[in-house]
């Protein structure tokens, strides 16, 4: 973290975000990136050392709750939502492992 | 037809009165609005969907139960317009976004059923910034919303549909959602007022996630005094959101009312000036005279002006956006194209599902965050960004502690500058930057308030002035702010479209 953020792999990152990125995207992506990173770099001047990180803003402990079952929103209602269904009770989705494919 | 009342200026306290007497009818009251959204909407686009007979048929319920004396309470019957990222059951929920054209929500937020639970009527869907992410609406990716006090400029955002559907007069007051300032800035850009409560204040059950640890949702409204209404009716605890703070709001609006009747004074009132912000090169001319103005008319109410230093000031941009686009490429994975949402017509494979999915799906500044977000979050920068950012949060939040070891409130603008034009800012940097004035406080997890403070000279658009205050203490925050609303100069701040 020196102030400057060259080399970030832009096409590596989107890969782990899977975001397919148009190709011509990606070089003005890649100069925004490390303008935004290379700003954000000014942190290195803090030292940090002994700070406690802040997770959430209010602090707030475990919270318990009785183990009891709650109503779920109908599986019906959730499926409506789906982009393909199998007969209204199952989301269909493409062939995630090789071989022959169902119909 | 509303027995000489101007739906366009008509507050939620006006409205309840003028429902509570008979002065007018809940559909009486929803066709005023409706009527002035045929007008303007062409010109404003605050909305990204409005479906009239709903909005009748709400309100019809609503006169139903007042006439057979069942009414759910001062509110039944009063239009509320909400942010496109807050959930209502079986109306659609898009976030502005392509990923999510077309979703219906198959549950009500916890928000939503607040309002309902107190018979308001729930008119349209504002538009926004794509997932919030944004200050000006400008990356919706559904349409660009006019500010009602200048066409040629922007709302601000990302609440700005909010913003300008209640400065526009089509509605009694809104719900935005505030993660760096998205309430707040649209608000002053506007002329309306805008509370960002306590992170934890309000539920976030059924509001779509952008930065799960600085997100908040909050009113935008006509009066100071609507904006505590609507703060006791939507805080409280929420079992469905494990950051939901217990207890409720504590009754705001009662204690407004019962601060009016002592005269609504500030005498002994502390009011802390940061130096770090003052001395900023980017606020304008137009923008300083106003708080200069303000701060005159805080003085005559009896408030005392002290200086307080909040030093880690020039890290909280960089350590909000280290913060919000790691919580964010985080939150929008569950945009996968498999159980809701777009899926690409061309995907073949579940590789290419999610890829082509979201690719196709969001829009520029929704991936650039994701992209920043993965990068700060990837292996090996983890410590680096992320736990390095969330350290700076703590010593930020120790500054305000401090600092109000010495005033009971903050005083800041709200933004360097008033609404600037459509495509003024290009540089995402730059779009970033002028948000300098309200990402402090999500990162604090504090509450504050924009009230319209007046009229720029230069631009002859709307400004606010922002007050700041710890957690949980909002009585002290809509106290200053209703007190110089009472004393403000510009009495009305009414656009005129």
């Known amino acids: 973290m020196d102030g400057k953020a060259d080399g970030i792999d832009v096409a590596e990152v989107a890969k782990l975000a899977r975001l397919e990125l148009e190709p011509d995207r990606i070089p003005s992506l890649q100069k925004e990136m490390e303008a935004i990173v290379g700003y954000v770099n000014m942190l290195a001047e803090l030292d940090t050392d002994q700070i406690e990180p802040t997770v959430h803003a209010v602090d707030r402990v475990n919270i318990i709750r009785e183990d009891v079952p709650g109503e779920p929103c109908p599986r019906e209602l959730m499926l409506r939502t789906a982009p393909a269904t199998v007969d209204d009770e199952l989301v269909r989705v493409p062939q995630v492992l090789p071989g022959e494919g169902m119909a | 037809m509303m027995n000489g009342s101007d739906p366009v200026t008509l507050t939620v306290r006006e409205a309840s009165a003028g429902l509570e007497h008979g002065d007018f009818s809940s559909t009486e009251l929803c066709r005023a609005f409706l009527d002035r959204a045929a007008l303007t909407e062409p010109k404003v686009r605050a909305l990204l969907s409005l479906d009239p007979e709903d909005v009748l048929r709400q309100a019809s319920a609503s006169d139903a139960r007042r006439k057979a004396g069942r009414a759910l309470g001062p509110l039944d019957g009063v239009p509320v317009t909400l942010k496109d990222n807050i959930a209502v059951k079986d109306a659609p929920c898009t976030c502005a976004s392509k990923i999510l054209k077309g979703f219906?929500?198959?549950?009500?937020?916890?928000?939503?059923?607040?309002?309902?639970?107190?018979?308001?009527?729930?008119?349209?869907?504002?538009?926004?910034?794509?997932?919030?992410?944004?200050?000006?609406?400008?990356?919706?990716?559904?349409?660009?919303?006019?500010?009602?006090?200048?066409?040629?400029?922007?709302?601000?955002?990302?609440?700005?549909?909010?913003?300008?559907?209640?400065?526009?007069?089509?509605?009694?007051?809104?719900?935005?959602?505030?993660?760096?300032?998205?309430?707040?800035?649209?608000?002053?850009?506007?002329?309306?007022?805008?509370?960002?409560?306590?992170?934890?204040?309000?539920?976030?059950?059924g509001l779509v996630a952008f930065a799960s640890s600085l997100d908040q949702i909050g009113p935008m409204t006509k009066s100071v005094y609507d904006a505590a209404l609507l703060f006791d009716l939507i805080a409280g605890h929420d079992d469905g959101d494990t950051t939901s703070l217990p207890g409720d709001s504590g009754g705001?609006?009662?204690?407004?009312?019962?601060?009016?009747?002592?005269?609504?004074?500030?005498?002994?009132?502390?009011?802390?000036?940061?130096?770090?912000?003052?001395?900023?090169?980017?606020?304008?001319?137009?923008?300083?005279?106003?708080?200069?103005?303000?701060?005159?008319?805080?003085?005559?109410?009896?408030?005392?002006?002290?200086?307080?230093?909040?030093p880690h000031t020039k890290y909280a941009m960089a350590c909000y956006y280290i913060i919000a686009t790691a919580e964010a490429s985080s939150n929008l994975a569950r945009f996968d194209g498999i159980r809701y949402g777009y899926r690409s017509p061309e995907a073949a494979d579940i590789n290419s599902v999610y890829f082509r999915s979201r690719g196709e799906g969001f829009g520029p500044e929704v991936k650039r965050r994701i992209m920043l977000g993965t990068y700060v979050l990837s292996s090996g920068y983890y410590d680096a960004y992320y736990l390095r950012a969330q350290k700076v949060r703590t010593l930020l939040r120790r500054d305000f502690e401090k600092a109000y070891e010495s005033c009971d409130l903050i005083f800041t603008p709200v933004s360097p500058v008033t609404a600037f034009r459509f495509g003024e800012k290009a540089d995402p940097l730059q779009m970033y930057l002028s948000d300098i004035f309200t990402i402090a406080l999500n990162l604090s997890g504090d509450c504050g308030i924009s009230v319209p403070a007046g009229i720029a000279a230069e631009s002859g658009m709307p400004s606010g002035i922002q007050f700041m205050a710890p957690a949980l203490q909002e009585k002290r925050l809509f106290r200053a702010a209703r007190a110089f609303e009472c004393a403000r100069p510009q009495k009305e701040f009414r656009a005129s479209l």
Request: net charge neutral; aromatic share 6%; charged share 20%.
């Open chain 2, 104 to 205: 219906v929500s198959p549950y009500d937020s916890f928000v939503a059923r607040r309002l309902k639970d107190a018979g308001c009527v729930l008119l349209g869907r504002a538009n926004m910034d794509e997932f919030a992410m944004g200050s000006s609406c400008e990356n919706s990716a559904c349409q660009k919303t006019a500010n009602p006090w200048g066409l040629d400029r922007v709302p601000g955002g990302s609440s700005g549909g909010s913003a300008a559907a209640v400065a526009s007069g089509i509605t009694c007051a809104a719900l935005g959602s505030d993660t760096g300032g998205s309430i707040r800035q649209p608000a002053s850009f506007c002329g309306v007022v805008g509370l960002k409560p306590t992170y934890g204040r309000v539920s976030r059950n």
């Open chain 2, 252 to 310: 705001c609006a009662a204690d407004l009312a019962a601060f009016e009747e002592k005269g609504a004074g500030l005498k002994g009132v502390r009011i802390g000036l940061p130096k770090e912000y003052f001395e900023l090169d980017g606020i304008s001319g137009e923008v300083r005279a106003v708080c200069e103005q303000a701060k005159e008319t805080l003085r005559s109410l009896g408030a005392e002006f002290t200086e307080v230093s909040l």
